[in-house]
T-cell receptor, first 115, second 112 residues
């Protein structure tokens, strides 16, 4: 079974600074997908970024980028120019490429952006 | 707006009572899921469906039942609620699983 580990339960960052959230996963699969979801205080789950394991290029979405290290099974999220609206829980998630297997989530990292 | 709608948004149950949570999506998605979110535990999969008339167990299925009689609806039932089922429940759907999910806004359920 796949597992996803987020080793930082809580983090904080000053507004306009850069922060990196860690995620590691365990799998024997070669092809898979990785995701970061954001959950602000409103409780709504929002897809931030996704990465396909067979693509070596790291995904980016505006201020959000990932550092995907396939051999190390690491998938960290970097938030640049942090904004107060980035305050949220962030979940890392894994999905196998084969079949219709659902997402497996990590336990989350609570990020606070401080003015 | 198109998306995933969960009803109700909040509910308080007494131990032993039953209830059904409704999830409806209008995006013609094949795949639908029920997760529960507990503090420090992330999101854990309860049941899921890969199409109309199909259901499958997830990581924590005990105490729950589901049905997908219509493609757009996925129902989660609690036959005899227990305090351990106090949680926030999320429904999600997807067209192609590798594009990620669209989530509902969640149901906060308290069992006293």
């Amino acid at each position: 079974a796949q597992t996803v580990t987020q080793s930082q339960p809580e983090m904080s960052v000053q507004e306009a600074e850069t922060v990196t959230l860690s995620c590691t996963y365990d799998t024997s699969e070669n092809n898979y997908y990785l995701f970061w979801y954001k959950q602000p205080p409103s409780r709504q789950m929002i897809l931030v970024i996704r990465q396909e394991a067979y693509k070596q290029q790291n995904a980016t979405e505006n201020r959000f980028s990932v550092n995907f290290q396939k051999a190390a099974k690491s998938f960290s999220l970097k938030i640049s120019d942090s904004q107060l609206g980035d305050t949220a829980m962030y979940f890392c998630a894994f999905m196998k490429h084969r079949g219709n297997t659902p997402l497996v989530f990590g336990k989350g990292t609570r990020l606070s952006v401080i003015a | 707006n198109a998306g995933v709608t969960q009803t109700p948004k909040f509910r308080v149950l007494k131990t032993g009572q039953s209830m059904t949570l409704l999830c409806a999506q209008d995006m013609n998605h094949e795949y639908m899921y029920w997760y529960r979110q507990d503090p420090g535990m992330g999101l854990r999969l309860i049941h899921y469906s890969v199409g109309e008339g199909t259901t499958a167990k997830g990581e924590v299925p005990d105490g729950y039942n589901v049905s997908r009689l219509k493609k757009q609806n996925f129902l989660l039932g609690l036959e005899s609620a227990a305090p351990s089922q106090t949680s926030v429940y999320f429904c999600a759907s997807s067209f192609q699983v590798f594009w990620g999910y669209t989530f509902g806004s969640g149901t906060r359920l308290t069992v006293v």
